[in-house]
DNA sequence: ATGGCGCGCGCAGCGCGA
């Protein structure tokens, strides 16, 4: 089974890129953030003739998760149950016995925002509730935009970077709660390139000059990652005219 | 040199993303 996930940054806008990849790389299941979408407005018909079923939760303007699955989907819950939060930035869904998470991780703005301090809440949460949600669902996989780079080889220029917000300690240590929970970081069961990054500015040609950072992920339970046989980030659509910021990263999964 | 790009909204230019 193939997961994946993908910051599509308004998926009227890119939904030419994301039929198009979806049939270029054949996943099983999508998660998609920044839909950008009310749910009226879903593209439900064209990605149902391109072989997916989707679950999803949007607002207009902002925010936006979705799931994209080529199986039935079951048990959709959206949002942290007990968090009350108006930003729709989590849904969850079972597809074939495995528990997909989409998560949407709040940007932050700046380390001394109201926004970062709201990242930081919302984290706490996250990881709050997903340590009952390992404990329902042995086969659980947490994909989303997490905006963290977890360690300086997840980001360009380390130092320009460092306590700014994406690579702060506080966020990074809330991300490393996340994995002490017993979940795995996919990308990093494996040898993978140097400067391998999901996320490039749109500004300065930074994808051109490898000035990126990586802060999208696929986290697999213990179980999940025993299952694991490639984890990959596909820049191809990122080369695309009129494209995403981000890139998809995948994890395959036996 | 702190904006540079792209999006939504809505029709000018701002808020936001990361």
Redesign the pocket.
Known sequence: MRLATW?V??L???LPHLLDWLSRAAPDVVCL??T?LEDGSFPVNELRAAGYECAFSGQ???NGVAILSRLPLAETVAGIPGYADEQKRVLSATVAGVRVVCVYV?????TDSD?YRYKLDWLAALSAWLAGELRRHPALAVLG?Y?IAPEDRDVYDPAAWKDQ??CSEPERAAFRALLALGLRDSFRLFEQPERAYS?W????KAFQRKMG?R?DHVLLSEPLAGRCAAASIDVQPRRLD?PS??APVIADIT
């Not at 709040?106 to 700046?110: A, F, V």
């Not at 500015?201 to 300065?204: E, G, K, P, S």
């Open positions: 910051n940054n308004s009227k806008v890119r953030q920044e950008k207009k303007t902002y709040p940007n932050g703005q700046s926004k935009d905006n917000v994406l996320w500015d749109y500004r300065m950072l802060i009129r910021d981000h």
